[in-house]
């Protein structure tokens, strides 16, 4: 694996992730997309939040 893969890989991973959220919570319609959507979206954040509590330790 090139050096860009190795630092980019799990910024670009994010990224969609994000992305395919909003777009799930703009394009659906209903229930199943939202949950979608706020599953999607809290993937970031929980990542965020394993990294801090990382760095505390």
Do not use: C, H, Y
């Not at 090139?2 to 994010?14: D, N, T």
């Not at 395919?20 to 229930?31: I, K």
Request: aromatic share 12%; no cysteine; glycine share 8%.
């Amino acid at each position: 694996m090139s050096s860009f893969m190795r630092q980019w890989l799990w910024p670009i991973v994010l990224a969609m992730v994000t992305v395919f959220g909003l777009l799930a919570a703009l394009v659906g319609e209903g229930g199943t997309w939202w949950a979608l959507s706020w599953l999607l979206l809290a993937v970031p954040l929980l990542v965020i939040a394993k990294a801090l509590s990382r760095r505390a330790d």
